[in-house]
């Protein structure tokens, strides 16, 4: 008997296609250094595909764009506002929401209610906007993140866990009432999309609770996070997406979210809460700077479009078919020997460009290196994150992040397989002609999240 591969596929089918432009070598040449060699500040048009982020690039459902027809454009108290609120106390299970523009409008309202000068705030590992919302607030960030996020080469399923000892010692060290609460991510972007263990975040809250210490929790990817719990931790292999999303958040007291990314639209975010002082506090922030409590910066057809989208995001097949989707693009560059973080993460691919280009110091940028040579090549636009995202301390100094990658973002539902070919393909070309690669030097450097805007030359 022949053996047949059981294949599966997108649970979808296309019903409209956006046109890609394609350039030419010189082309591209011409374009990254008008670009200051930041792939950021290239144009849209000059990009073969996209994997600069997973952030607002997903291809909506013509369930939802329906939804963006029924719209409701009052100014307070739109039917789409409460519509999402229900969504996300039936999907999420907080109980008060409040809308915002995106992810960054949440941690911004969310930092300033709970975060008071010299409080320390530790977290799964940093995201930029979240840092600096804490840092802007006047709070310290700390990392609590397992040792085994920082290596790149080890392949425990959860490194996205909390190392509970690591956040002992800072309550001793700073005393609870210093600590407003713990950030907690799940899928952790900055690790490479790795999730946190539900056995992790129970035990995280049972010591919090010892200490009367809330827990925050960035959701951003909490259904990709769901995903791998549900692949990988004992006891969940048959418990639906949406059962396990459900029990993540009910083991925190909030979250903020970038709606951008796994509730499949291309704009908003919220904060929700189950506190009620909290919320009264937010709800009253938010007019200050997002929008009325009813819509936060969101038009009624967007929050119409989340609310959506929410729905969709912890649909079983969906999931299996996005994060697989992602897996076959690293399982395809680890077959070309291309070093990538391992296990392969929930929204991208990540590659080791201190492996790739061993010959570079982390003073010549080797991931801003790498993500200018690929878009190079083929015109695939990638994204640095490494000593440029980590950016500067309060006293000046560099952060010097242990990884140093560039991340090959998926956005949901827009390519196809022989994309992820192309993209693969590109890179190991690249990989090929690693010795000949020459590093960058920083010309101009913003003083905020300087990764968005710095301008870089050829050394
Ligand atoms: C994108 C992101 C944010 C910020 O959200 P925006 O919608 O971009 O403002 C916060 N945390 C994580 C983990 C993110 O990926």
């Not at 930041?38 to 013509?62: H, P, Q, R, W």
């Amino acid at each position: 008997m022949t053996y047949i591969k059981h294949s599966w596929a997108e649970p979808y089918k296309i019903k409209m296609v956006e046109l890609l432009q394609m350039t030419t070598a010189a082309q591209r040449k011409k374009a990254l250094q008008a670009a200051g060699y930041n792939t950021f500040l290239l144009k849209s048009k000059e990009v073969y595909i996209d994997l600069l982020t997973d952030s607002g690039t997903s291809a909506m459902s013509d369930r939802q764009w329906a939804g963006i027809m029924m719209g409701d454009e009052a100014y307070a108290g739109s039917a789409n506002f409460f519509r999402l609120e229900e969504v996300v106390r039936e999907v999420y299970g907080y109980k008060y929401l409040i809308p915002t523009h995106q992810g960054r409008g949440a941690e911004n309202i969310l930092s300033k209610i709970l975060i008071k000068k010299g409080d320390i705030i530790p977290g799964n590992m940093y995201f930029t906007t979240t840092r600096l919302h804490q840092e802007l607030a006047g709070g310290k960030f700390e990392d609590i993140i397992i040792d085994e996020a920082h290596d790149p080469e080890n392949e425990f399923s959860f490194k996205g866990n909390v190392d509970l000892n690591k956040l002992e010692r800072i309550i001793k060290k700073y005393g609870a009432k210093r600590i407003p609460y713990i950030s907690i991510a799940t899928s952790v972007n900055m690790a490479g999309g790795q999730p946190i263990s539900i056995k992790n975040l129970k035990e995280l809250r049972a010591l919090t609770k010892k200490h009367g210490i809330r827990i925050i929790h960035d959701m951003t990817r909490v259904a990709e996070n769901a995903f791998f719990i549900q692949q990988r931790e004992k006891g969940f292999n048959h418990t639906p997406i949406k059962e396990i999303v459900k029990q993540i958040c009910s083991y925190t007291d909030g979250a903020t979210m970038s709606a951008k990314k796994d509730a499949l639209v291309n704009i908003g975010g919220f904060l929700a809460v189950n506190d009620w002082d909290v919320f009264e506090e937010a709800r009253n922030l938010v007019v200050v700077y997002e929008g009325l409590h009813t819509y936060g910066g969101m038009a009624g057809r967007d929050m119409e479009a989340m609310a959506i989208g929410i729905g969709e995001s912890v649909n079983d097949d969906h999931i299996r078919a996005r994060v697989g989707q992602v897996i076959y693009l690293g399982n395809k560059m680890l077959s070309y020997h291309v070093p990538i973080v391992k296990p392969i993460g929930g929204h991208g691919v990540f590659v080791d460009a201190k492996k790739f280009l061993p010959h570079l110091t982390q003073d010549q940028y080797p991931a801003q290196t790498l993500a200018a040579e690929i878009y190079l090549d083929s015109g695939v636009r990638t994204m640095e994150r490494g000593v440029v995202s980590a950016g500067r301390k309060a006293n000046g100094e560099n952060y010097y992040p242990k990884l140093e990658l560039v991340r090959f973002t998926i956005p949901r539902r827009v390519y196809t397989q022989a994309h992820m070919d192309v993209i693969a393909e590109s890179t190991a070309r690249v990989y090929e002609k690693r010795k000949k690669i020459n590093g960058l030097k920083m010309i101009y450097e913003p003083r905020y999240l300087r990764f968005f805007q710095a301008r870089f030359e050829k050394l």
